[in-house]
């Protein structure tokens, strides 16, 4: 049981060091997809807090077996909130990415510091 | 179940399902019509909300027929209402004015996405407020950003696309520190209802998960309400936005923004965590007395007339947060209803400016000089606004300004600091709106022709509402007043 | 043993995380991200989360991983050299750190049955699922009934995604420069991939309407379908061209996924509404609740699929498209 | 036409006027003017058909809205108010006659937007005058602030325009930073604003906080001049002369010390300030006004800045008349707006006369002048004497009330203050006709005689009439007396 509490810090620090790499990048690199990449880790960072609460010991996916009593079922509730989470990350990076596409058509260049000389 | 009852869920449903209609709609002006159409009705049925509301019940919708904390539950009361009659006004009235400037500003084979963007931003919107559930709120405040986002991206000038990526890094921080929070609260007691959690808040109130997550959705809804110092966005994104778009944005984006940071924060953590109404108000008062006086300061000094309009709706979301971190019920009123009358203000201050973009396109200050020869009635309207913005007495900023300023008083010992704050700052918005006025009246008209080039009259008119809703409102505020004395209220009435 | 495992992924998870920050070639970034996101993958799956992890293979190591590729293709491939500015990013990101590692002391712990998480409305869901829908996989009940009206959000999110990256990629390049057009064909002088990938495809495109329909009885349903579906596409435009690709799903085609995907769902909401119920309630779609909820459910599900595959490959072909006009 | 709605219509009809005078203007000059004089003659009739009403004691009020609980917009006539706008309206008769032979006669640009904003201005100042309470006074006083700047920085050029935003600049920020927080103080303590006759701050406010609540008041209203919030009457002095004329000496600083002797009066009441020990620094700093203003004055070179000093002393003559704070005094104070008034149009008229005719603006070059226009520098004579209070003019009937008013008061300070005043006036004025009349003409200047007929009429109506209310001064003192009825003396 100790290994099994140990784990469940464990996750939740994990989750906060990736959240802070992530944000590391977005705040300190100056090229464009740099930072969108450092929001991909940073969001993803999030997902893995939201799973770590549905674990139920010895329980399994909610997916109900016709005929098996007292099966213990992990809990469905956060698991239906990050599908929700992923696609809205996807979506906003994508959006990000068009936009750094479209800076670098413009200044051509995606450097930050350079895009700031130029204007 | 009658059409009244579905009115919090027509709020959103309407013009969202319209928005991809509207994409296929690539005939000339049909996007156009069909978008209006849309923001249109959406705003009957804020005008049909608040009526509803307006006797004291709130209207409550359970998404899906499943009540909540099960399902996804919609809830209207005095503050959501008058806050939907914000956003939904203000896309109304943009959209009705918009058509010259757009097509302006975007080419026509794009312009059925951008209004399809538009009325997503719209149902984004309406979707935060009407909403009772704090993951619903995470969503649509997706829908929204996204949408703002793409609009922002539609201005012309090279400068919009880095605003715009600046303002998509800072909003989605602010989005995932809203989620971490949300996580952590759901995490200590299961629910993620507002008023479930609530009421299931207060044993672990005091537990340190429970007491970060409060940061983080503070820290998250400041970063996208653009409270100082965190507005760093805010500025640029507004310039450089498609004139129409600053209007509609300028004037309901960050507000929502606020409405929630001062829902969640009254409802669920006020009256369940000892303190935290002082710590909150220990949080924000500084910032909002920062914010009112540089943000003012610096706009004193900025040379174009939408970066000036920009850098004071930071000072203006200043007067909104200092109005909330009074944590009384005049403190609350004042703060709701400068919520809604600087809408007014800036959403006219805007509109006059897209009226004066449609024919001058350099929006530097200097380079306007003698404008009101040329555009007399856009200038005026302007002006009309400015003396809003300011507070003059007889205008809707004065109602907001007055409340304000009594609520300050009623505050404790520091309440003459607070308004000598406020009369500052007030003196600093006329020097800035003074500054626009005697460019555009008295500054240099050497190379103006006085022949009279109006903007379309389309934008004209719609602007001239606009001004005179400033002073309708300031002399008859009692539909505003009636939904924020309500929403004080309910907010001041939680755990008692 | 399990934990041991988990202990193991988690803390690469860690060094891949840094190694992405680290590297100065953004296509190893990119690369190492999707490596990320396979990792985060197999985690979500030791958790139980099946859905989940389902979901973030397709979408964050496949479709993200592409998009920002395609990105790459029309940016530059490495990163300037950074000066100053570190440390104060350093000093921000481990206060939050430790202010979040501070949090965690008092959290319930990992399993707990008696976290309050697992003590309020999920059990409600595990218990009366059967009885008002009657599908094995409550993760699909609570998406698309329960919770249907964040799914429609969510759908909705990506539906303005997509109209977002075509207004934004719409507008006129720079400069139009042709040369490389004839360069691009995708990969079809290369015999190996070309073979295998030929196999590949068709299996994945049924692997994804599987999914689609399986989604009320085992892990999947409208998204994950919908990335998958995307993947299949979109390795089929590697293989064969950009081209070849549209000409098999034109852009219009798409583009009516996307709307007929989000109109789908948002349709049955007000034909639940104009038929009695609350907007999304699907009980009122058939005399029987539970057929209506089943049959709703059934609906939405392949709107959410159509609405996500059309929007990431319209996505992606808007990304594609650049490449060929620069 | 009820006394209620001839207020509200007196409020209105310059603003209607304004709307003929922008539309009239597009069309000619002459409908242009015709429209002004018409808009001032039927203002004349509205208010001074009010009169009646007041000497017989009424007081009409109408509220037009409530904006907030207790805030409300709200006029109410008493004999101040009645006074001030009997005065204001009659004089903008002259001075739209006069308006018309200087504006012509100068060849000014854009004399629609100065005859629009002039009527919009007039309009600000009936407000300011029937106001009811604090609220709709200080709305009216900014409307009359914003209206005159277009008026002052009429000429355009950069040296104009930065004076006009010292103009601009003080009169705001002194309104926004002292008058508006010493209102909400009003209101906060005393939940009204409303002009109550003695007072609705006794019995509610203590000693310290009652001068300190006096001095927000009285530095706040900066269009009364009281040093140091005086710098904005010099620098308005760049605008065209019938501005100078009517709004600096009548409308605009008028309204100052008449918003200052109405919250005296009305809001803190006079017996409750005389017994308060901390109100007194109003009467000195009032003193130090006149003396100091008066000796700034002796050292001017220009003419029209001469008299901005000047108008500055005699405007503290009023601050401080009603800081004695005893009936004779506060008649002496309204009395003395209605003198000063009268002699300081008068000298403007005449100032403005000679700059039309020749072109001559600083005192060095006034040698002989009389010669050349005996109209005008008759009428000046006049009004220089009327502002050292000499009999028969107007000056002496209200120097004489205030130092009866200072003897109740036992104030020999006052007595000293006006004796050394008078005698600094007459150290100014005195030169200035001497070299008028009797020193010899310079040669090589410019050959001219009197200004245009509508200009010299003007200031010969002024004249008389300074001279005019040394004798016909009785209804005047009958109705101001009824302001401190009742009181003992």
Redesign the interface.
Known sequence: MK???L??????????????????????????????????????A?????????????????????GVEDQ?????????????????G??????????????????G???E???LES? | MDLIAHLPALQVIVPMLSAPIIVLLQPRGLAWAGATLAAVVSFAISIALAVAVLGGETQTYSMGGWAAPFGIALSVGGLSALVLLVVTGAAAIALLAARPSIDQQIELERQPMFYSAWLLGLAGLAGIVVSADAFNIFVFMEISSLASYVLIAGGPDRRALLAVFKYLIMGTIGATFYLIGVGLIYMMTGTLNLADMESRIGEVAQTRPVLVAAGFITIGLALKAAVFPLHVWLPNAYTQAPHMITVFLAACATKVSIYVLIRFDYMVFQPTMAEHDNQFALFLMPLALLGILVASAVAMFEGNIKRLLGTSSVAQIGYIMLGASFISLAGVEASVMHIFNHALAKGGLFLAVACIAFRYSDLRIQELGGVAKTMPFSCAALVLCGLSLIGVPGTAGFISKWLLITASLQSGPWGWVFVAVILVSSLMAVVYIWRIVESLYFGGSTNRDSVISEAPLQLLVITWIAALANLYFGFFPELPLALADNAADVLMGYGK | MIFVFSLFLLSLLIIVAIAIVQAKNLFVSVMLLSIFSLLMATNFFILDAADVALTEAAVGAGITTVIFLSALALTAQRERKVVGGRNIALIAVAVLASLIIYATFEKPRLGDPNAPVHQHVAPWYLEKTPEYIDIPNIVTAVLSSYRGYDTLGEVFVVFTACIGVLFILGAKPASLRGERNAERAGLRHHLIPQVVGRLLVPFIVLFGLYVQFHGEYGPGGGFQAGAIIATGVILYALLEGEAAALRAIPRSVLLGLVVGGALLFGGVGVVCMLMGGAFLDYSVLQSDPVWGQQLGIVIIEAGVGMAVCGALLSIFHAFAAREIAQ | MTPENTILIAICLPLVGMLGIIIAGRFSANLRETVTLITALCLVYVVWSLLPELMAGGRPAVEVTQLLPGISIAFRVEPLGMLFSALASGLWIVNSIYSIGYMRGNKEKHQTRFYACFALALSATMGVAFAGNLFTLFLFYEILTLSTYPLVSHKGDANTVRSARVYLGVLLATSIGLFLPAIIWTYVIAGTGDFVLGGILPGKLQDPEVGLLLGLFVFGIGKAAVMPVHRWLPAAMVAPTPVSALLHAVAVVKAGVFSITKIITYIFGIEFLFDSSSSGWMFYIAAFTILAASIVALRQTNLKRMLAYSTIGQLSYVVMAAAILKPLAEVGAAIHMVAHAFGKITLFFAAGAIYVASKKTELYQLRGIGKRMPWTMTAFTIGALSMIGVPPTAGFVSKWYILAGAFQAQNTAALFTIIGSTALNAAYFLPIIYMAWFAKEESGGKDHGEAPFPAVLALTITAMLTLAFFIFNGPVIELESQVVQGLAP
């Open positions: 290994l099994l509490e784990l469940g810090y464990y996750n939740y620090w994990v989750f906060a060091i990736a959240l802070v790499i992530g944000l590391y990048a977005v705040i300190s690199k100056t090229n464009l997809i740099k930072k969108l990449i450092g929001l991909s880790i940073f969001q993803s999030v997902f893995l807090m939201y799973i770590t609460m549905d674990k139920v010991e010895g329980g399994t996916a909610p997916i109900i077996k016709a213990i079922y992990s809990n469905p509730l956060p698991q239906v909130l990050i599908l929700t989470a992923i696609v809205v996807v979506s906003t990076l994508a959006l990000g990415l068009a936009i750094v596409v479209r800076v670098n058509e413009r200044y260049t995606i450097e510091s350079e895009i204007d």
